[in-house]
Structure formats: structure tokens, C-alpha cells
């Protein structure tokens, strides 16, 4: 334990606080251990905030057994276990959750899915300004399919998605409807 404390004017207080804790499993040539960091939020005491787990799995807001490659824990949400193909990132609160890609005005925010021949094989964005601003574009194969207009227009297509053609509420380019 690596301990770093100060005097409050009355007391020595612990203001953090970074441990190696052995996990169970120890053997010949095996030493499992966990990497703690803890930090004291205006208490007496300080509380775990980051684990570094032996398996390689991080946990933020105190999670000793991270459900995710990266596990960000605000509160207990009851699940107990992730889907193994979809575990990398696994947000968990008490109550609402979520991610935010946060840019300027004038550009773009984007979530990207990649693979080995295509580093942007799909996407998903939000342009904040250009020429469609405030417009949500939805991608497959590297090409624009679905934009949702700052309007509430939504084109779908392969060309034609501009905001300027008809009032429809639904443009439907290359293809035809069918129910």
C-alpha cells in the first residue's frame, strides 16, 4: 500500500490511496493480483474508485469483479453478467445511462465501426454545422443510407439526401416501398 495522508489542522488524514491486493488462486509461478486506486471524496476515510484487476479488466466506481473489459459502475443496475461479444465497454448505473460524444459547433461527432479491410466500414454521426447542420447520418459499406434532417425529415437512399427537396416527412431514392 502506497498511502498519501495530510493533517487536517487536527488529525491525520488518509487522502489516498493505491494498493496491490492478492486474489485467490495463488500457485507455483502465479501471483493474481489486483491493482487498487482509492481516493477520499471529504470523509474520514478514502473509498475505491479505479481497479486494475489481474485479468486485465478495469473498473471505475468501485467494481471488483468489472463485467467489461472497462466497466464504469455510477450504481447498481441488478445485471450480473454482459454478453461476451459485446463486454468491451459496459456503462452501468442506478438509473439512467449513457455516452456523449461531445464536439464544437462546427463539426462532427462519430461512432465508428471498423474491421480489417475498412477502418470506417460503418458510422454513425451527428453533424453540428456544414451544410446539413444539426443532421444525424446513419452509414453502411462506407456510404450515407439514412439522414435525419434538423427538421425531422428522414431521407433514405443513396442519393438525393438533401434537406431542400419536398416537405415530406419520408423520402424513399433508388428503390421501391413495399409492405
Known amino acids: 500500500t502506497i498511502t498519501f495522508g495530510g493533517?487536517?489542522?487536527?488529525?491525520?488524514?488518509?487522502g489516498a490511496e493505491i494498493l496491490a491486493e492478492v486474489q485467490s488462486g495463488v500457485g507455483n509461478d502465479d501471483m493474481p493480483t489486483d491493482l487498487i486506486f482509492k481516493t477520499n471524496g471529504g470523509s474520514t476515510s478514502t473509498a475505491e474508485r479505479?481497479?486494475?484487476?489481474?485479468?486485465?479488466?478495469?473498473?471505475?466506481?468501485?467494481?471488483?469483479s468489472p463485467l467489461?473489459?472497462?466497466?464504469?459502475?455510477?450504481?447498481?443496475?441488478?445485471?450480473t453478467s454482459?454478453?461476451?461479444?459485446?463486454?468491451?465497454?459496459?456503462?452501468?448505473?442506478?438509473g439512467n445511462a449513457g455516452l456523449t460524444i461531445a464536439t464544437p459547433n462546427a463539426n462532427t461527432g462519430y461512432l465508428t465501426f471498423a474491421d480489417p479491410d475498412d477502418s470506417n466500414v460503418?458510422?454513425?454521426?451527428?453533424?453540428?454545422?456544414?451544410?446539413?447542420?444539426?443532421?444525424?447520418?446513419?452509414?453502411?459499406?462506407?456510404?450515407?443510407?439514412?439522414?435525419?434532417?434538423?427538421?425531422?425529415?428522414?431521407n433514405i437512399g443513396t442519393s438525393e439526401l438533401d434537406q431542400t427537396v419536398t416537405g415530406r416527412l419520408?423520402?424513399?431514392?433508388?428503390?421501391?416501398?413495399?409492405?
Open 7 to 14: 493533517a487536517d489542522g487536527t488529525s491525520l488524514l488518509f
Open 122 to 154: 460503418g458510422q454513425i454521426i451527428y453533424r453540428h454545422g456544414g451544410s446539413y447542420a444539426n443532421s444525424m447520418g446513419f452509414f453502411t459499406n462506407a456510404g450515407e443510407r439514412i439522414r435525419i434532417m434538423n427538421n425531422g425529415n428522414v
Open 82 to 94: 454482459a454478453d461476451t461479444s459485446q463486454d468491451t465497454l459496459f456503462l452501468e448505473s442506478d
Open 68 to 79: 467489461g473489459t472497462l466497466h464504469v459502475k455510477e450504481g447498481d443496475s441488478g445485471v
Open 50 to 64: 479505479l481497479r486494475i484487476t489481474s485479468g486485465g479488466k478495469v473498473s471505475i466506481g468501485n467494481e471488483s
Open 170 to 179: 419520408l423520402n424513399v431514392y433508388g428503390g421501391q416501398i413495399r409492405a
